[in-house]
């Protein structure tokens, strides 16, 4: 794989697009090439298809108000359709190489928070009424104006954060880490393995993964990291063959009875726009609202951010191109989540592999949409993949994230400290929103101690108001009395 584009490393010159698909995307003027683009929109796909498993699990073992569950094939369905749609639009509209599927922790608020309150149709109205307000926030410029009004080593801190966010999900989802069942007992929240050592066929094939993927990327091989993904899947295919493994978790990678299944549109369209104010109080729509909108608006702006700044694309200034039709897909996106009844959509983190593969326009989006469009066919077929065997992608991609950390002024405490907070509480508290959330008010305090007030960009300021609400909402709630 050729070494990821930095920030300071971009072409001097534009060369001329050798097609028209070539100018629309401007492939050669970033700097990349067809190959790379497919080996990269690949490489997002496997990344993150675990979505396709993940998200029924977690919506599908929610029961609402009146004890009706979703069902399982109608979700999987679902949520391959709004990957495929929003990421191929994305890719498009936006052209950055960023997917954009169901939003894990925006699927759990959906699924143990809201739905218990009301009917799923109306919980769905919701996340739709929270895409549309995005969207608004998107064309009057507010949404855009906040992520250009952040200190670029702020940014960059929180593309540092996101890449030991995803090496702890890569390790986690892996089980090469794992949650002390009874944590209360002991000052250890998290151990080796999942009882202090590494036991177990799984645990084996994530570890050759990372030492396959790592080998690859430090040889420069083209293609590191989907060869990675393959080899690993191969190998664990043939394991599981062999020992009949039951302890792979969401994924087992055995050959399906059926490669084609027809696809179940029975959840599409079925919301209620405003369903919930009939089901509880006005208050606590409101509130609820303005919990998916906060963790969706800066879970985006993180992913973004990170996504641009390690695909080089990022401008003097530090900023995005093409950010306000980015941010209005995205918006649009979670509302076609809703509507589609898969939970809010969003940008995914993942996309970092396809990045590390090589990935720099829209272009891999097509092939990454293309897939999930595919999956809706052939999920028995494409959901093989382990967590084992696509989570060293996540480790080695965290790495490159980590090397934006150069760019930060140490020595300067008022930027690095709540750099320091940005990266710190993302993976120690399993939340990209939290540790941007850290950061901007610790970077407001300071200023203000040092006296520097007037430095602070007014959106600064109110998004920290913004922020400091998040973080006592549970008070707030106790004080209005919302239950």
């Known amino acids: 794989m050729s070494e990821p584009q930095k920030v300071t490393d971009r072409p001097s010159a534009a060369p001329p697009g050798v097609n028209s698909v070539d100018r629309f995307f401007k492939i050669s003027e970033r700097g990349s090439t067809f190959a790379r683009e497919i080996r990269g929109g690949f490489a997002t796909f496997f990344t993150m298809a ?37 990421t191929i639009i994305m890719g498009v509209g936006g052209n950055l190489p960023l997917a954009l599927a169901a939003g894990l922790g925006l699927n759990a608020v959906v699924a143990f928070q809201i739905a218990p309150l009301m009917a799923w149709d109306d919980a ?22 906040v992520m250009h009004a952040i200190p670029q080593p702020l940014k960059q801190a929180i593309s540092v954060g996101i890449g030991l966010f995803i090496a702890f999900i890569g390790f986690v989802d892996a089980g090469f880490v794992s949650r002390i069942p009874d944590a209360a007992n002991t000052t250890v929240p ?16 994530f570890c050759l993964g990372v030492l396959l993927t790592i080998a690859l990327l430090a040889r420069k091989v083209k293609g590191a990291i989907l060869i990675s993904i393959v080899t690993m899947t191969a190998v664990a295919m043939i394991i599981n063959s062999i020992a009949d493994i039951k302890a792979w978790g969401l994924t087992t990678p055995a050959w399906p009875d059926k490669v084609v299944d027809t696809p179940d549109f029975g959840l599409i369209g079925d919301f209620s726009l405003f369903g919930a104010f009939g089901e509880t109080t006005a208050i606590t729509v409101v509130l609820l609202i303005f919990t998916l909108i ?67 326009t829209g272009f891999s989006n097509l092939i990454t949409g293309g897939m999930f469009a595919l999956a809706l066919f052939l999920t028995p077929l494409l959901t093989i993949v ?41 993976p120690f508290t399993y939340s990209i929103t939290n540790g941007i ?47």
């Open 50 to 86: 675990y979505i396709l498993v993940l998200n029924p699990i977690i919506l599908g073992s929610a029961k609402d108000k009146f004890g009706h569950q979703l069902d399982a094939v109608q979700l999987t369905t679902a949520t391959a359709l709004v990957a495929a749609v929003m």
């Open 124 to 145: 769905m109205g919701l996340v739709v009424l929270e895409g549309l307000l995005i969207c608004v926030l998107v064309l009057t410029g507010l949404r855009e104006a």
């Open 294 to 360: 906060l963790s969706d608006f800066f879970d985006t702006m993180g992913t973004v951010v990170g996504i641009s700044a390690e695909a080089g694309l990022l401008d003097e200034q530090g900023k995005v191109p093409n950010l306000g039709r980015v941010l209005l897909i995205d918006g649009a996106a979670a509302a076609a989540g809703g509507a589609a009844s898969s939970s809010s959509a969003t940008s995914y983190i993942e996309s970092a592999a396809g990045v590390g593969e090589g990935a720099r």
């Open 437 to 483: 959330g850290a950061g901007f008010l610790a970077y407001v305090v300071i200023k203000v101690v040092l006296g520097k007030a007037k430095e602070i960009h007014w959106l600064l300021w109110g998004t920290s108001v913004l922020f400091l609400v998040y973080f006592a909402i549970n008070p707030i709630e106790q004080i209005l009395g919302v239950k």
């Open 386 to 426: 382990p967590l084992q065997a696509a989570a060293p992608a996540l480790v080695a991609v965290g790495f490159l994230m980590m090397t934006q950390v150069k760019h930060i002024d140490w020595d300067k405490y008022e930027i690095a400290i709540p750099a320091f907070l940005t990266i710190a509480v993302m």
């Open 190 to 205: 998290v151990q080796l393995g999942g009882t202090g050592t590494l036991t177990g066929w799984p645990i084996l094939v």
